[in-house]
Protein backbone atom coordinates (compact mmCIF):
# COMPACT_ATOMS: atom_id res chain seq x y z
CA UNK A 1 0.00 0.00 0.00
CA UNK A 2 1.57 3.29 -1.06
CA UNK A 3 1.52 6.14 1.21
CA UNK A 4 1.39 10.03 0.09
CA UNK A 5 1.73 12.20 2.66
CA UNK A 6 1.07 16.43 2.00
CA UNK A 7 2.03 19.02 3.65
CA UNK A 8 2.70 22.85 3.02
CA UNK A 9 -0.87 23.84 3.49
CA UNK A 10 -1.78 27.21 6.07
CA UNK A 11 -3.53 29.91 5.65
CA UNK A 12 -1.81 33.20 3.20
CA UNK A 13 -2.94 36.38 2.44
CA UNK A 14 -4.02 37.49 -1.02
CA UNK A 15 -1.54 37.52 -3.30
CA UNK A 16 1.00 35.33 -1.58
CA UNK A 17 2.75 32.36 -1.70
CA UNK A 18 2.55 28.82 -0.76
CA UNK A 19 4.55 25.95 -1.43
CA UNK A 20 3.23 22.36 -1.19
CA UNK A 21 4.73 18.98 -1.07
CA UNK A 22 3.89 15.43 -1.55
CA UNK A 23 6.01 12.50 -0.08
CA UNK A 24 5.42 9.59 -1.82
CA UNK A 25 6.48 5.97 0.15
CA UNK A 26 7.03 4.28 -3.44
CA UNK A 27 9.47 5.10 -6.40
CA UNK A 28 7.42 8.39 -8.13
CA UNK A 29 10.02 7.86 -11.55
CA UNK A 30 7.54 4.94 -12.15
CA UNK A 31 4.36 6.74 -12.20
CA UNK A 32 2.14 7.03 -15.31
CA UNK A 33 0.47 10.61 -13.85
CA UNK A 34 1.14 11.99 -10.31
CA UNK A 35 -0.55 15.29 -9.64
CA UNK A 36 -2.45 18.06 -7.51
CA UNK A 37 -6.60 18.14 -7.45
CA UNK A 38 -8.04 20.56 -4.86
CA UNK A 39 -12.10 20.52 -3.72
CA UNK A 40 -13.13 23.41 -2.10
CA UNK A 41 -16.67 23.52 -0.23
CA UNK A 42 -19.44 22.38 -2.02
CA UNK A 43 -17.50 22.17 -5.34
CA UNK A 44 -15.89 18.78 -7.04
CA UNK A 45 -12.50 18.13 -6.89
CA UNK A 46 -10.14 19.43 -9.97
CA UNK A 47 -6.75 18.94 -11.62
CA UNK A 48 -4.95 21.88 -10.47
CA UNK A 49 -1.58 20.08 -11.92
CA UNK A 50 -0.47 16.84 -13.36
CA UNK A 51 3.17 15.41 -14.20
CA UNK A 52 1.70 12.40 -17.11
CA UNK A 53 4.56 9.88 -18.34
CA UNK A 54 7.66 11.61 -16.05
CA UNK A 55 7.70 14.55 -19.46
CA UNK A 56 4.50 16.35 -19.50
CA UNK A 57 2.62 19.12 -17.31
CA UNK A 58 -0.83 19.81 -17.21
CA UNK A 59 -2.76 22.19 -15.35
CA UNK A 60 -5.91 23.69 -14.90
CA UNK A 61 -7.60 26.28 -17.07
CA UNK A 62 -7.42 28.74 -13.53
CA UNK A 63 -3.73 28.61 -12.85
CA UNK A 64 -2.39 30.80 -15.47
CA UNK A 65 0.50 30.38 -15.13
CA UNK A 66 0.68 30.86 -11.39
CA UNK A 67 1.49 27.74 -10.17
CA UNK A 68 4.49 25.15 -11.18
CA UNK A 69 4.49 21.65 -10.47
CA UNK A 70 8.12 19.76 -9.98
CA UNK A 71 9.51 16.85 -9.01
CA UNK A 72 12.26 15.70 -6.89
CA UNK A 73 13.16 11.86 -7.70
CA UNK A 74 15.76 11.41 -4.81
CA UNK A 75 13.40 12.16 -2.47
CA UNK A 76 9.79 10.47 -4.36
CA UNK A 77 8.75 14.44 -3.68
CA UNK A 78 6.10 16.15 -5.46
CA UNK A 79 5.68 20.14 -5.33
CA UNK A 80 3.30 22.63 -5.93
CA UNK A 81 4.39 26.36 -6.06
CA UNK A 82 2.00 28.51 -5.83
CA UNK A 83 2.21 32.37 -6.11
CA UNK A 84 -0.19 35.14 -6.62
CA UNK A 85 -3.04 33.42 -4.65
CA UNK A 86 -6.65 34.51 -4.45
CA UNK A 87 -9.51 33.64 -2.03
CA UNK A 88 -10.70 31.60 -5.04
CA UNK A 89 -7.92 29.29 -4.88
CA UNK A 90 -9.19 28.22 -1.18
CA UNK A 91 -9.86 24.56 -0.92
CA UNK A 92 -8.11 21.32 0.35
CA UNK A 93 -5.01 20.38 -2.03
CA UNK A 94 -4.76 16.34 -2.59
CA UNK A 95 -2.04 14.45 -4.33
CA UNK A 96 -2.72 11.81 -6.44
CA UNK A 97 -0.36 9.08 -7.98
CA UNK A 98 -1.19 6.40 -10.21
CA UNK A 99 1.08 3.17 -11.10
CA UNK A 100 -0.29 1.40 -13.75
CA UNK A 101 -4.66 0.66 -12.26
CA UNK A 102 -3.20 1.45 -9.18
CA UNK A 103 -4.27 5.03 -7.78
CA UNK A 104 -3.25 6.81 -4.62
CA UNK A 105 -4.62 9.42 -2.46
CA UNK A 106 -3.10 11.23 0.09
CA UNK A 107 -5.22 13.02 2.89
CA UNK A 108 -5.23 16.86 1.60
CA UNK A 109 -3.80 19.91 2.82
CA UNK A 110 -5.70 22.65 3.37
CA UNK A 111 -4.77 25.92 1.39
CA UNK A 112 -6.83 29.29 2.94
CA UNK A 113 -6.58 32.44 0.84
CA UNK A 114 -7.43 35.56 3.35
CA UNK A 115 -8.95 38.82 1.57
Known amino acids: QVQLVESGGGLVQSGGSLKLACVASANILTTNVMGWYRQAPGKERELVAA???????KYGDFVKGRFAISRDYSKNTMYLRMDNLTPEDTAVYYC?????????WGQGTQVTVSS
Open 96 to 104: NARWGTENY
Open 51 to 57: VINRSNS
